[in-house]
Structure formats: C-alpha cells, structure tokens
C-alpha cells in the first residue's frame, strides 16, 4: 500500500510543534533585545554627567630665533607639564583647597580629575579638570595655577639669589686677584725697565735698534774712505796731480796767476829779443814772479796731496775705530736685548693673565647683570585664561548611547536567535520519527510491540531530510 499519513495525527503535532518553536523564537528575540536595551539604558542614564573646566598658562621667553634656544624652551614646558601633576605640587594643591576653600580632595583624585596638555609650538599648556560636581572644578584650577605659580616664582627667586650669592663670591676673588696681579705687574715692569708691550717703545730694544744703525753707517762710511784712499794712493802712483778739495781755489788761482804772467812773457818774447828781455828790470822781475808762483804751485800741490793723503788716512782711522767701537757696544747691546725680550715675554705672560682674570671678571659682571635684569633663559610664566565654573555637560551623550544600545540589543538579539535556533535544529534532527511500511503477508511478522509501537506514534528512520509520513496499518 502506498504511504498514507494517520488521520488527524502527524499533521496536527508537527505543525503544533512548529508553531510552539516559532514562538520561543520570537520570545527568546524579544526578550533578549528588551532585557539588553534595559540593562545598557539603566546603565547609561544612571551615569552622571560630567562636566570640564579650563584653564590656560603661557610660558613666554626673550627675543631668541636660534635653534639650541627653542630646544631648550621645549624642554622646560615638557618639565613643566610633568611637574604640574606631580604628588609635591597636587599635595600643596589639596592641602590649600581643604584650608582656603574647605574641599577636601585627595591626592589621587585630583590625579585622576586633573589633565594637562602642552601645545610645543604655541608654548601654552592647558590645564582641564573633569568630574561630576561643576562648582568644584572652577577652585581646583585656580587654586592649581596659583599653588604652581607661587612654587615656580620661590624656586626662581631662591635659585637667582643662590646663583648671585655663587657669583659674588667668584666676583671677589676674581677681584682679589686681579688687584695683587696688576700690583705684581706695575713691580715687574719697573725693576726691568719695561714701558710699554710694544719692542720699539721700549728704550733697551730702541737703543739696540739705534746701534746697529750706526754701525751700519760707521761700516759705509769706512768702506767709503778706505775706497778713497785707495783711489788717490793709485792716482798718484801714476803721477797724477791729486789735490784736495778744500785747496782747490787758491791752487787754482796761483795756476790763473802763472797763466796770466807766462802769457805776457810769451807775448814780450815775442816782441823783444832775449838780450832785451834780459836787461829789462820790469821783464825780469815778472820772469823771477813766474817762476816763484810755478815752485809755489809745485809745493801747493804736493802739500795739498800730503794733506788729501792724512785727511783721509785719518778719516779712515776714525771709521774704523766707530765701526770697532759700535760693534762691541752693539754686541753688549744685543745681550741686554735678549734679556730684556725674555723680560719682555714673560711680561706679557703676566699682562695676558690679568687680561684673562679681567675677561672673566667681565663675563661674571654680564651674568649678574642678565639673572637680575634680562634672564633670557627664563620663562615669564602667565594665567592666558582663566577657570571657568561649566554650565553644561560634555559628557556622557545619554542619546548616542541610548541609539549605541539599541544597536547592541539588536545584535545580541539576533546572536541569541540565531543560537537558539541551532540548538533546537539539532534537537529536532537527533530526535526525528520512523516511518514503518507494512507488507501484506507479513502483517504476522509484525510483533506485539511492532504493532503498538505503530499505533502509538511515529519512530525516526534514517531518512536524513525527507519527508516524513505516516501510514495506516491494516
């Protein structure tokens, strides 16, 4: 027979247990999506709001551009935006709140109520205090930037005072030593006779410097008169007439005068026979003066040559012994010089030191000076903006997360449905019914218990995703 189902049996129980399936499906959705909306709800609105307050501090510095100074400004603001929260300074800060403001407040809270950013380029560090209550804020930060102030303000003024202190004391002794340097170099100068740090200024080294001028004259001048000797001792071993400079005119004028007569006796001679000149008195008389002037010229010259001859040997004589005089003198000169150079460096050694103490002395001065006046390396540290008491929330937003949370329940509902099905699927497919056929002449074969195993119900059958049916027994 062909495969008929039992009446009013197989149909009615599976679609009743399809039905009761489909509604735990759409209990175990709801109820997940409304007890995870429920529970995120009361969660978020049970927070309470938070409110932020805020405060600004700029850290200003000189007139500086280079590269090593804006390194360092950095590190002081990243110094101080670690300080600022710091146990020391949140210590004073709740210490101060509790006796000025009567909060009290401890140190972890407003370690975790407290936040501090620091902006590198724009040299601010903005301090933010978050927390529920808005009037509490507004205190803390100001007390914060006043507590913080005043500490930097007492270190800044102890350190100056420490490091003028330190450079008064090396200031003095620079002083002191400066002062026995420059009495020990006014002494030195003296006992050597040192005017002054330039060579020629200094009388021994220009006396040495005089010296070997004159000697080099002296030389010249000796090397001149042995080449005049020399040229009239030739001279007149070649006969020549050497006559010296200063007799010139009257040899001169006894040659006109010779010249003159010896042209009138050659003109008489001439004009008279010899036998007349003879006898003639005036003839004579100018015969006789001509020959007086010719052995007067004749002794001027070699007097005169006499007289060329010593003048110059003994010119001669005279540059030598300068020349011999001047190089012994400049020999004991040059040894004074030395000396007196190595007294010279030794001088500027000592002036060199002075010039170093007063170069230091000046550079401490400078120091002074800067820490008291200018204090370039400092930051001026000032309140940019102050704290504000909030008057809204910024946090938590109860609407975003309210809309968080029904996405979330939605997920979580979907995740419980889809995990609810599976396990029910796989009740359903280990516990499926068998179908059982009965052959006609067989119906004997069927036991006691086959046949109320049939009319009570159905029995799985390894039918793996086939239908089901159910069949009348006859």
Same mark, same amino acid.
């Given at each position: 027979m062909p495969n008929q189902p039992f009446s009013g049996v197989g149909t009615d129980a599976s679609d009743v247990e399809h039905k009761r399936i489909q509604n735990r #499906?759409? &209990?175990? /959705?709801i109820g997940m999506f409304l007890l995870v909306l429920i529970i995120a709800n009361a969660l978020i609105w049970s927070q309470a709001p938070v409110y932020q307050s805020q405060s600004i501090l700029h850290f200003s510095y000189k007139s500086k551009t280079d590269q090593g100074f804006a390194d360092l400004a950095q590190q002081q603001i990243t110094l101080h935006q670690q300080r600022l929260k710091s146990n020391s300074v949140l210590s004073r800060v709740s210490q101060e709140l509790e006796q000025g403001q009567g909060l009290i407040i401890n140190v972890q809270t407003l370690f975790q109520a407290l936040s501090v950013e620091a902006s590198l380029t724009g040299r601010i560090i903005s301090l933010r205090a978050n927390g529920n209550d808005p009037h509490v804020l507004k205190p803390i930060l100001d007390v914060l930037s006043k507590v913080y102030l005043q500490l930097? =303000? $007492?270190?800044t003024e102890i350190n100056n005072n420490v490091a003028l202190q330190v450079s008064g004391e090396? /200031? *003095? @002794? +620079?002083?002191? #030593?400066? *002062?026995? &340097?420059? &009495?020990? @170099? =006014? /002494?030195? *100068?003296?006992?050597? %006779?040192?005017? $002054? @740090?330039?060579r020629d200024e200094n009388r021994v080294l220009s006396q040495t410097k005089n010296l070997g001028a004159s000697l080099d004259q002296a030389v010249a001048e000796q090397a001149q008169a042995k080449a005049l000797l020399d040229s009239l001792t030739e001279s007149i071993e070649r006969g020549q007439d050497v006559i010296r400079p200063d007799d010139k005119s009257h040899i %001169? *004028?006894? #040659?006109?005068?010779l010249r003159e007569i010896s042209a009138k006796l050659t003109a008489l001679s001439e004009k008279y026979t010899q036998a007349y000149l003879e006898r003639d008195p005036t003839i004579v $008389? &100018?015969? #006789?003066k001509a020959r007086q002037l010719e052995t007067q010229l004749e002794e001027q010259i070699q007097t005169s040559q006499l007289k060329y001859i010593q003048d110059?040997?003994?010119? +001669?004589?005279t540059a030598n012994g300068k020349a011999k005089q001047l190089s012994t003198t400049l020999v004991e000169q040059v040894q004074l010089a030395q000396s007196f150079s190595q007294k010279l460096e030794q001088y500027k050694r000592l002036d060199n030191e002075l010039k170093a103490l007063q170069s230091q002395a000046q550079i401490i001065t400078n120091q002074q000076v800067a820490q008291?006046? $200018?204090?370039?390396f400092e930051a001026k540290i000032t309140l940019l903006e102050q704290a504000f008491e909030p008057d809204f929330a910024i946090g938590p937003n109860y609407q975003f997360n309210t809309l968080l949370s029904l996405v979330v329940a939605t997920i979580a509902a979907i995740f419980s449905l889809l995990l609810y099905s599976f396990i029910v699927r796989q009740k359903v497919t280990t516990a499926a019914p068998h179908n059982f056929v009965?052959?006609?002449g067989q119906a004997n074969n069927v036991g006691p218990s086959g046949l109320n195993y049939a009319q009570h119900g159905q029995l799985s059958t390894p039918t793996s995703g086939l239908p089901t049916d159910t069949l009348k027994l006859s």
């Open positions: #499906k759409w &209990q175990v /959705l930097i =303000e $007492s270190e090396q /200031l *003095a @002794l +620079l002083e002191d #030593k400066i *002062a026995n &340097q420059q &009495q020990f @170099l =006014e /002494l030195f *100068a003296h006992e050597n %006779n040192i005017t $002054s @740090l330039e %001169n *004028a006894t #040659k006109v005068n $008389s &100018q015969q #006789k110059t040997q003994r010119d +001669l004589n008291e006046v $200018s204090k370039p009965v052959i006609p």
